[in-house]
């Protein structure tokens, strides 16, 4: 009997932690993020997230850069080139935006000729009004018009931003 008592008291404590652990941890709609490595390279990223449910989120993102993706060369004459792309992520351990998720999306530089669908993995930590990421990324970059020059492309990113 103390046996089953014992497991029941036990239960009920993991319970009781985990719903503490969930609401103590905020739930935001929006966040507004930008890459810190890509600032210090001089390349500008603005990513707005929403969150569609409890445990997935959906965002767009438009950057402009100087530097070729994956690469420390830069574009001839330090010319900069327009990026578009999306993610769609969910949210393994908490609600969206807390904690790990993996991710899919694409980028595409319309000035490259290139989609680049990819995969991410990551962990976000949001602390209402601040949110702050650390993803890991991998994809395949495609030339639409010259296939030999596709490639994989791998990255981090440290992001950064508010979310309300």
Same mark, same amino acid.
């Given at each position: 009997?103390?046996?089953?008592?014992?497991?029941?008291?036990?239960?009920?404590?993991?319970?009781?932690?985990?719903?503490?652990?969930?609401?103590?941890?905020?739930?935001?709609?929006? +966040?507004?993020?930008?890459?810190?490595?890509?600032?210090?390279?001089?390349?500008?990223?603005?990513?707005?997230?929403?969150?569609?449910?409890?445990?997935?989120?959906?965002?767009?993102?438009? $950057?402009?850069?100087?530097?070729?993706?994956?690469?420390?060369?830069?574009?001839?004459?330090? *010319?900069?080139?327009?990026?578009? $792309?999306?993610?769609?992520?969910?949210?393994?351990?908490?609600?969206?935006?807390?904690?790990?998720?993996?991710?899919?999306?694409?980028?595409?530089?319309?000035?490259?000729?290139?989609?680049?669908?990819? +995969?991410?993995?990551?962990?976000?930590?949001?602390?209402?009004?601040?949110?702050?990421?650390?993803?890991?990324? +991998? $994809?395949?970059?495609?030339?639409?018009?010259?296939?030999? *020059?596709?490639?994989?492309?791998? $990255?981090?990113?440290?992001?950064?931003?508010?979310?309300?």
């Amino acid at each position: 009997m103390k046996k089953k008592v014992g497991i029941l008291f036990s239960i009920m404590f993991v319970l009781l932690l985990s719903s503490v652990r969930m609401w103590s941890l905020p739930a935001v709609h929006f +966040g507004i993020t930008t890459d810190i490595l890509e600032l210090i390279d001089e390349d500008y990223q603005l990513e707005v997230m929403y969150y569609t449910s409890t445990k997935s989120a959906f965002s767009v993102r438009v $950057g402009y850069y100087r530097t070729i993706e994956d690469s420390d060369d830069k574009y001839a004459d330090n *010319d900069r080139h327009w990026e578009l $792309g999306g993610r769609w992520r969910l949210f393994v351990l908490d609600r969206a935006p807390n904690l790990l998720f993996v991710g899919a999306g694409f980028d595409n530089r319309p000035q490259d000729n290139t989609i680049t669908p990819l +995969g991410e993995v990551g962990f976000n930590f949001a602390l209402k009004p601040f949110i702050v990421s650390i993803v890991g990324f +991998g $994809g395949y970059e495609i030339h639409v018009y010259n296939s030999d *020059d596709s490639r994989f492309v791998k $990255g981090i990113e440290l992001r950064a931003g508010v979310a309300f």
